[in-house]
């Protein structure tokens, strides 16, 4: 079945550093991936989306790339600060199955 | 919360009562996404509207889940009879297959 996998539940780095989460898909070929952030006891915030022929997006401190050969979608932010620790979702396209479970990212000061 | 009204916000009920989770999105665009978070299992889309209408209910677990969209600006979730498996927290979204708007959830406990 068609499945999105987060490789990290939780992911702890120090403020100043580049966070990088992982999403793989297993099964099927999505036409593009979104990230979205949840912070506890609130819905999920659209982040980014990108689309199977675009490499590479960037918004900000955040950058995510898509490779369709390895089937995995890296999540990047650098320069984290504190307000970066929430969880971070990847999702198929909208309107099919399941998001990933998600990676919660703790930034230390 | 994105402009997504969902209500109630929390709610505590027993097993085998009827419970109806409401939404009220900004209307004006073509897709509401209702779907239910658990530790378990995720983020789980229960069942998606295209101008009103439903498109894809497969993530509906049960008969026992239903929902309605009598209009573009308004949305409902009924579960009739509620089990204690079906605590989790409901959101409803809006927008686009490509960026959606979630709303702040509905906490639901099913004793």
């Known amino acids: 079945s068609q499945k999105i996998e987060q490789n990290s539940e939780a992911l702890n780095i120090q403020e100043g550093k580049t966070a990088t989460l992982t999403c793989n898909y297993t099964?099927?070929?999505?036409?593009?991936l979104q990230w979205y952030r949840q912070d506890p006891g609130r819905g999920p915030v659209f982040l980014l989306l990108?689309?199977?022929?675009?490499k590479e997006k960037r918004k900000e401190r955040l950058k995510v790339t898509f490779d369709t050969t390895l089937k995995q979608s890296l999540f990047h932010i650098t320069a984290s600060q504190p307000a970066d620790s929430a969880t971070y979702l990847c999702?198929?396209?909208?309107?099919?199955?399941?998001f990933g479970d998600g990676t919660t990212l703790t930034v230390k000061p | 919360d994105a402009g997504v009204i969902q209500s109630p916000r929390h709610e505590v009920t027993e097993m085998g009562q009827e419970v109806t989770l409401r939404c009220k999105p900004i209307?004006?665009?073509?897709?509401l996404f209702w779907y239910r978070q658990t530790m378990m299992r995720g983020l789980e889309l229960l069942i998606y509207?295209?101008?009103?209408?439903?498109?894809?209910d497969s993530g509906m677990p049960e008969d026992r889940f239903s929902a309605k969209m009598p209009n573009a600006s308004f949305s409902t979730l009924k579960i009739q009879p509620s089990e204690p498996r079906d605590s989790a927290v409901y959101f409803c979204?809006?927008?686009?297959?490509?960026?959606?708007?979630f709303g702040p959830g509905t906490r639901l406990t099913v004793l």
């Open positions: 979204a809006w927008g686009t297959y490509n960026e959606q708007f």
């Open positions: 099964n099927y070929s999505p036409a593009y």
């Open positions: 990108i689309r199977e022929n675009e």
């Open positions: 999702a198929p396209p909208g309107g099919k199955s399941t």
């Open positions: 209307s004006g665009h073509n897709s």
């Open positions: 509207f295209n101008n009103n209408v439903p498109i894809d």
